[in-house]
């Protein structure tokens, strides 16, 4: 297998204090939201991120289409060195890796139809001819019928917006789509719809999927490996299967028992956290899961635990590991 | 005592370049003082123009709106404005479907948070620390500190989160939710979910939880409704809806969950066909082109068959229809 993507030690840094803010208040001046992440993704294949609301995980998706500049590390996209490129190199490669925002009403813009909306990547990359032919395609592979193409987006239920952003991601049928939360909002047939959809575009083109959601259903049944992400940092990698069988760190074994099912008084599970909730700005010392976690040690509070590899395929970093 | 909020009748239609497209047709639905009542139902069934019609934001191109929504007595179809706005304000409040268009992007949230406690008569810094104070119960790192940021400086989460605080901090009647869990992660959605439990136990709120995470509304609601292209299909206890469902829409629904498959599936189950067109609605029941139950009787519509007190299916089937 060649990988598609590598995503090789990452950091990612926002500004929030001024340098002199920042001494005044001995605060750091800006949060590490993406805090050396590497991972790879193969041709083809599909890899999910999941992880803690507010882990770095669309931060790291923004970057890796260049809407975010990286701080260190770098991102390789077909062979090539594609972060720190000028918005002009970007071009060629921008046709390649469509994006799925996490907002669906608020990434499509509202003064425009949704026939305007699907004819903007064809017309942007000149690929005008039979228009009308093509954006009717796309409204259906994602089941809206023709009549969606007159209306504007406050017109649309949230569902059929974020099949609409669906639609236009995958226009060009780029090498690569990074779906933010591509199913939330979708009822659970038309959620197996899009997923099934995207399986096939996988089998017939070779489509790339690197999925961020927190729908862990979801990622078991479409996911060939998956990430999970704590404070900007993975705290486990490797095969989906291998993970939910047998998850190792303690987030992803929370994570996991608190899916909840459809099940009337099924007991459900969750982490609190001792004191304040972990942030970038006060990251813990040791492992940065220690404050929520019912399994650590007294080593978990001073030192941060190495990564751990069980077989070549699987990766986690804790020191009393499930 | 009558339920607070008692919906009767209802239709909302659209007006669109292809004629009047049938939002809702002839809705019921009853919220119990204190009850928290889950609704489900296919993307564009008409949830949201459901809550939109309660609080009077149904959009420009809106037709006609028949039937009654009473609200603990009070009529709110044709409510004027300004009696609609200060319902809004004081007694019902929504945590809308998409954060970013809920949340102002040109103020901090700080100011948001305080100003809409602006019934309190409390000092700034008072508004502020509750404003902390719901921030932290939603689990928002750095609470204080972030106060004085703007809504594209957080994560799609974090936005959700503080639309969460932000309608508990009003200490509504009757709170409406529409996916208020879609951006959390499984720890904070149920976090979230005992968070609105507690609210309604503290302060003996109403609550419509609209969502599409059927696990979420089987561990919060009591009563659950279905809807489909416009009706309400199937009501009844959580119990009901989940173990013995009655509706064939209703059951295949539950078929698709995939937290129900154990097995990890190449191809997901779907409900083939798709939602009939609103603008020529069709006759008789209006999920018989995709009803595998589906016999001569279904070209005429339905009526509402009570299956047991308080659980009703509109499906001349339902009886029949046992969980096996
Ligand atoms: N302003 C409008 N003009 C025309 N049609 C509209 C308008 N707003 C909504 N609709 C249509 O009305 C139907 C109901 O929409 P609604 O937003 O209530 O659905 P929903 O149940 O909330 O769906 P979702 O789960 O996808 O959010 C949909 O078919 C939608 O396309
Ligand atoms: N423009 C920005 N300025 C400052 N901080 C930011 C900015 N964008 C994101 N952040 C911060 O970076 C962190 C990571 O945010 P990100 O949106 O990547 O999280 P996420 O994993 O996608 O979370 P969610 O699941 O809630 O969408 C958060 O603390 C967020 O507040
Ligand atoms: S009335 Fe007929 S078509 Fe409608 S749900 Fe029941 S069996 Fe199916
Ligand atoms: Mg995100
Ligand atoms: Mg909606």
Redesign the interface.
């Known amino acids: 297998m060649t990988p598609l993507l590598e995503v090789s030690d990452v950091v990612i840094r ?1 500004p929030i204090h001024s340098r002199i803010a920042a001494r005044l208040t001995g605060q750091p001046s800006s949060i590490e939201a993406v805090a050396g992440v590497s991972f790879t993704l193969e041709a083809g294949s599909t890899y999910a991120l ?5 882990s770095g995980k ?2 790291l998706a923004r970057a890796i289409t260049g809407l975010v500049p990286i701080e260190g590390g770098q991102v390789d996209f077909a062979g090539r060195t594609i972060s720190g490129l000028s918005e002009a190199a970007l071009r060629g490669v921008r046709r390649e890796i469509a994006m799925i925002f ?5 990434s499509l813009s509202p003064r425009l139809s949704v026939r305007a909306i699907l004819a903007e990547p064809f017309k942007v990359h000149g690929e005008t001819a039979d228009l009308d032919g093509k954006i009717a395609r796309l409204l259906d592979d994602v ?1 809206l ?1 023709p ?1 969606f193409a ?1 209306r504007y987006p ?2 649309l ?4 917006a ?2 609409v952003s669906i639609a236009r991601a995958l226009a060009l049928r780029p090498k690569l789509v990074i779906a ?2 591509p199913t ?10 899009m ?2 959809l995207m ?1 096939d575009l996988q089998r017939k083109f070779g489509t790339t999927f690197l999925m961020i959601t ?1 729908n ?3 990622v ?2 479409v996911a060939d490996r998956m990430a999970v992400m704590y404070l900007g940092r993975i705290v486990e990698e490797g095969l989906t ?1 291998d993970i939910f069988k047998a998850p190792r760190h303690r987030y992803t074994t ?3 028992s ?7 008084e ?1 007991a ?4 609190e ?1 001792e004191g ?7 990251r813990p010392k040791g492992c940065e899961f220690h404050p929520r976690c019912l399994f650590k040690r007294e080593v978990c509070r001073t030192a941060m635990p190495e990564e751990q590899m069980p077989s070549a395929d699987h990766r986690f970093a804790c020191h009393n590991p499930a | 005592m009558s339920p607070l909020l008692d919906i009767k009748g209802l239709s909302v239609s ?1 007006r ?3 004629g009047d497209l049938k939002a809702l047709r002839d809705v019921a639905l009853q919220v119990g003082r204190g009850e928290i009542v889950g609704i ?5 069934c008409g ?2 123009t459901l809550i939109n019609a309660i609080i009077g934001l149904l ?1 420009a ?1 809106t037709g006609a709106v028949k039937g009654h929504i009473g609200f603990d007595g009070q009529e709110l179809v044709g409510l004027p404005i300004n009696a609609m706005r200060k319902l809004r304000g004081e007694r019902i409040t929504t945590i809308f ?5 809920a949340l102002n992007p040109v103020l901090t949230i700080g100011a948001q948070m305080t100003a809409i406690q602006y019934r309190r008569r409390a000092s700034t810094s008072e508004k502020r620390r509750r404003a902390i104070e719901f921030l ?1 119960k939603v ?4 609470a204080a ?1 972030r106060l004085d940021q703007y809504p594209h ?6 936005r ?2 503080i639309c969460i605080a932000m309608a508990l901090l009003t200490e509504p009647d009757l709170l409406i939710a529409d ?1 208020p869990t ?10 979230v ?2 968070l609105l439990r507690e609210l309604q136990r503290d302060i003996g709120c109403s609550v419509l939880f609209i969502s ?8 919060l609601c009591g009563r659950v409704a279905i809807m489909y292209a416009g009706e309400v299909v199937e009501q009844g206890t ?2 009901d809806i ?2 013995d469902p009655r509706h064939p829409y209703t059951r ?3 078929e ?6 154990t097995e ?8 083939p066909g ?1 939602l009939p ?1 609103l603008v020529h609605v069709p006759q008789g029941c209006i999920f018989r082109d995709r009803c595998p139950e589906r016999f001569a009787l279904c070209g005429e519509r339905p009526p509402e068959v009570t299956v047991r007190p308080g659980h009703q299916a509109a499906c001349h089937k339902a009886r029949e229809l046992v969980a096996s």
């Open positions: 926002f999941v992880g803690e609301s507010g669309t931060t996490q907002d669906p009403i608020g089941g019928s009549h007159q406050h017109q239920s949230g569902g059929q974020r099949r933010d939360e939330a909002g979708l009822d659970v047939s038309i959620q197996g719809e997923l099934n399986r927190h862990l259903n979801v078991r049944h299967d929370a994570l996991l608190a899916n909840l099912k459809a099940e009337p099924a459900s599970y969750v982490i956290a304040e909730t972990p942030s970038l700005l006060n | 659209f669109t370049p292809r489900i139902g296919e993307s564009g949830k949201s959009p191109n479907q998409d954060p970013m268009t932290e689990r928002m790192p750095d500190r400086q957080f994560s799609g989460g974090m959700q989160r996916e879609t951006a959390l992660d499984a720890t904070l959605e149920v976090q979910i005992h599409h995470h059927l696990g979420a509304v089987a561990e959580a119990g989940f173990r295949k629904l539950l698709c969950d995939p937290g129900r498959i990890r599936q190449e191809i997901l189950p779907t409900i798709e067109d």
